[in-house]
């Protein structure tokens, strides 16, 4: 079982940017559709993006707006999200999500496909 660890949230001003990272462990990367999604407080969690286990597929939520980037690292183990334009709405905490696939190009939208979850990290944005 692959364990997740989010990092790189913090405080920043309106228009600034931030990478998050999602180190895996246990298993390697390339063996699981990875994922990040958001839950801001008092909304239902909402995805932001997927890669396949091969990394030649990728799919973004509606709200993204090019904003939101994948970032798949296989040497390093990781798969990061380069957030750019920050708004106040971005406010929230993000979430990486894994799940194991036999299929290299398949991609995945809704929470409940994902077995595996870090703990997140918080990201609040400052008009």
């Known amino acids: 079982q692959v364990q997740l660890v989010e990092s790189g949230g913090g405080l920043v001003q309106a228009g600034g940017s931030l990478r998050l990272s999602c180190a895996a462990s246990?298993?390697?990367?390339?063996?699981?559709?990875m994922a990040w999604f958001r839950q801001a407080p008092g909304k239902e969690r909402e995805f932001l993006g997927c890669i396949s286990r091969s990394g030649f597929q990728t799919a973004y939520g509606d709200s993204v707006n090019g904003r939101f980037t994948l970032i798949r690292d296989v040497a390093k183990n990781t798969l990061d999200l380069q957030i750019n334009s920050l708004n106040p709405d971005d406010t929230a905490v993000y979430y990486c999500?894994?799940?194991?696939?036999?299929?290299?190009?398949?991609?995945?939208?809704?929470?409940?496909?994902?077995?595996?979850w870090g703990q997140g990290t918080q990201v609040s944005v400052s008009s």
């Open positions: 246990g298993r390697a990367v390339t063996t699981y559709a």
């Open positions: 999500a894994a799940k194991a696939t036999f299929s290299d190009i398949r991609v995945w939208k809704t929470d409940t496909a994902f077995p595996s």
